[in-house]
């Protein structure tokens, strides 16, 4: 049976982002091999991730709007040449400037090329099952840990951290670039399709961004992300303060990853069903409270517990706000929109590491960590709860590519 081409947009997605983050966070395994072999500080060399994130940010309206103008084939194809190529000069880099710069501001960057264009592209291919489809594409990106990681712990352990890094961009390049060709713009775009009902189709970009309801997305997107980033970044080394061997602590994550796969699917398909928003809001008011139950818990049981339950929910929340944002701005401008919510979830993911450092070595515990996590993540539920999404326009229109 011939697959409908839409379901291929999807798998061609989920790859490219599984590869993508997947390369970008090879930094965290290669963190002790880069620091022994060159003498950097293991401060120094996590930056490189800091500013990663930032760049992330910054990049990710960018190569959205720029998704918009010249359709998402060619941005992903742009964006898997330099990430490969980045990875690979990185390799070669003698400072840890020179390091944090191309790791961190051009590996990010090209980054943020796969997931706001691919998750535009996806909206746009879909009018049923459009949450499932975009949880599809976030659970590719969330398979990375699960195997890109493992990949890049298995390379570093039979090679130097350079040539690892260079195998990783081979990798990169191999399969990005093909399966960037497979991307192609919505029938709607293409063809300049009749749209029935399209989502406010005389708005301009700059009407939109001034909307409250993207700047309500948008703030939403950052509350939510800062919520979950410190319990991620942080978890492990409060498991090992709890007095839980290092080798178990680390077995958080993988609790939280497999969790998190399931979290996109179900609420890819709760979100089809009863409403994106409404579902977005219960997971950010029950994600606030999971997030509270780390400052009670001390045993790996009660951690694993925990985790399950918040990596459920964080990775629920994330495909959300795609299908929000197409259900309520032209598909015309998407890549724009969903770049605006991914650069305010980025900017909220690089507070995590940051505050969680500050408060532990302030205080010596991580307790209020996960307290402001908790008040953040109401922030983030009270702000979604004040969206209202655009009055539906029933007359047909025709959108211009």
Known sequence: MRIPYRWIIVAAGGLLGCVAIGAMFSLPVFLQPIAKDTGWSVTGVSAAMTIGFLSMAAGSMAWGNLSDRIGARLVVLAGSVILAASLALASFATSLLAFQLIFGLAVGAATAAIFAP????????FDAQRALAVSLVSMGMGMAPMTMSPLAAWLITHNDWRTSLQIIAGIVAVVMIPVSLLVRRAPALEHGAAQVGEPQAGMTVGEAIRSPQFIVLVGTNFFCCA??????????????SCGIPLMAAVTIYSVEGLAGLGGRIAFGLLGDRYGAKRMLVIALFLQAFTALGYYFVRELAAFYTVAALFGFLYAGTMPLYAAIARDNFPLRMMGTVIGGTAMAGGLGMATGPLAGGLIYDSLGSYGWLYIGSWMIGLGA???????KPFPKDPTPVVVAA
């Open 118 to 125: 691919m998750m535009a592209c996806v909206t746009g291919w």
């Open 381 to 387: 539920f009270l702000t979604a709860m004040t969206f």
């Open 227 to 240: 919520t979950h980033a410190g319990p991620i970044f942080h978890t492990v080394s409060y498991a090992v």
